[in-house]
């Protein structure tokens, strides 16, 4: 007997049968996507490990030139200078479709000694297993069922892996803006939620943008000792500026703000001439509200130091641009829902946005293309130091993988 949300689908004329023969290649394709995954985990990507992310690019090309695709090597525009792996499948359909995911992980070099690959139940965990090599494996075995099956009904799909996504994608933004601009549509495959966290599955419809804020302080020198009432203590203005700014942005709509390090001082006995202080900035609708937040922090600086004869600056560097499905975005998520309605009622969650960051900002600059967000495998502990996938999320998501790629591949 099917499920209730089955039966109102098939009552509603929205659900079908599953393609028996993808389902039946995604089943298989299970134990091979666990060693894919154990593959790439092994490989510690950190951002600024150089020489890890050239053997991740390696192992990219090697797999995905094996499918047959024409495979270049990008360099970042800044930067660590980890590589861009860029791939490129000709068919005779339609529709281009761009694959995003990244291939570098938060994690410092030497992380797998104390947080090693391991199985608990239905959880693989690894440093990046989720955020985002599950990505990367996803799209490695789409297309590798696709590419058995035969199908080229598309007239191109392209695979664009970056190496700095992690610290903004700032040497790999533009080109990802300029080559989603090239498509009709981008999926973007980040992780999404475990169903312990989430309950359902799920797509992405809006992420936030993201940039960062920087406060400094110039004060007067002196000894700390002897003659610390000649000095000004920028530490001091610096903690009470940050007191007296860390609510602005709840004032301003669309932004986010938090204070998340500072820095002052070089020795212990000398009053600090300088102090800085840097934060974490969040841009939910569009990038213009960055200029309001601006504006609202220099002018609550402006109400008043607490140290005199002192000197307060604030600067901001937008980033990443905020993303935001548009209708034919929502549009597509209903097919996706649609699709994942085929496995015999299994529901799709659309989730309406995140405080997260991702580069399908970037691929939606233009307009021009269709961009959906976290075609991924589903998993938590992002960032953190129990990072894992649940693997029965693997034939769901290989096959919405694969019957989306079809479906898209015909056109409209």
């Given amino acids: 007997m099917k499920p209730i949300f089955a039966v109102l689908l098939l009552c509603a004329g929205l659900a079908h049968a599953a393609d028996e023969k993808l389902l039946g290649a995604a089943k298989a394709a299970e134990p091979t996507v666990i060693q894919t995954l154990k593959e790439l985990v092994a490989i510690e990507s950190g951002s600024a490990n150089v020489a890890g992310l050239q053997r991740m690019a390696d192992y990219a090309e090697l797999r995905l030139k094996g499918m047959g695709a024409q495979v270049e090597r990008l360099k970042a525009t800044r930067g660590p200078g980890g590589p861009i792996v860029k791939a490129t499948f000709t068919g005779k359909g339609r529709t281009k479709i761009l694959l995003l995911a990244h291939m570098d992980t938060v994690y410092q070099e030497g992380i797998l000694a104390t947080q090693p690959l391991k199985q608990d139940g239905n959880r693989l965990y690894g440093p990046g297993i989720a955020d985002d090599k599950g990505g990367i494996a996803v799209i490695l075995h789409a297309l590798e069922i696709l590419t058995k099956a035969g199908w080229n009904d598309f007239a191109q799909i392209t695979v664009l892996l970056n190496s700095d996504e992690e610290i903004g994608s700032t040497g790999s933004g533009e080109l990802i803006a300029k080559v989603a601009s090239e498509h009709d549509v981008v999926l973007s495959c980040e992780p999404n939620a475990a169903k312990e966290r989430a309950k359902e599955e799920s797509l992405l419809l ?33 903690s009470h500026q940050v ?30 001439e300088k102090a800085a202080a840097y934060g974490d900035m969040r841009l939910f609708v569009n990038n213009r509200d960055a200029d309001a937040l601006l504006a609202a922090l220099r002018a609550k600086v402006a109400e008043g130091r607490l140290v005199p004869d002192t000197t307060t600056t604030i600067t901001m560097n937008v980033n990443r641009p905020p993303y935001a499905a548009d209708e034919r975005a929502k549009e597509l998520a209903k097919k996706a829902q649609a699709i994942y309605a085929e496995l015999d009622g299994r529901r799709l969650m659309l989730v309406p946005g995140t405080g997260g960051g991702t580069d399908a900002g970037f691929a939606s600059l233009s307009g021009k293309a269709i961009v959906l ?24 998501r290989l096959y919405l993988m694969t019957r989306m790629l079809m479906d898209l591949g015909k056109g409209p």
């Fill in 373 to 396: 967000e976290s075609f991924g495998l589903s998993g938590w502990g992002y960032h953190a130091r129990d990072e894992y996938i649940e693997i029965d999320s693997i034939v769901p």
């Fill in 206 to 238: 809006g992420a936030a943008g993201t940039g960062l804020v920087t406060m400094e302080v110039l004060g007067k020198a002196s000894h700390a000792g002897a003659a610390p009432d000649l000095g000004r203590n920028a530490l001091i203005e610096l």
């Fill in 243 to 272: 007191l007296q700014t860390r609510d602005v942005a709840k004032g301003v709509p669309g932004t986010q703000l938090n204070w998340t390090s500072s820095s002052s001082g070089l020795v212990r006995n000398q009053i600090p």
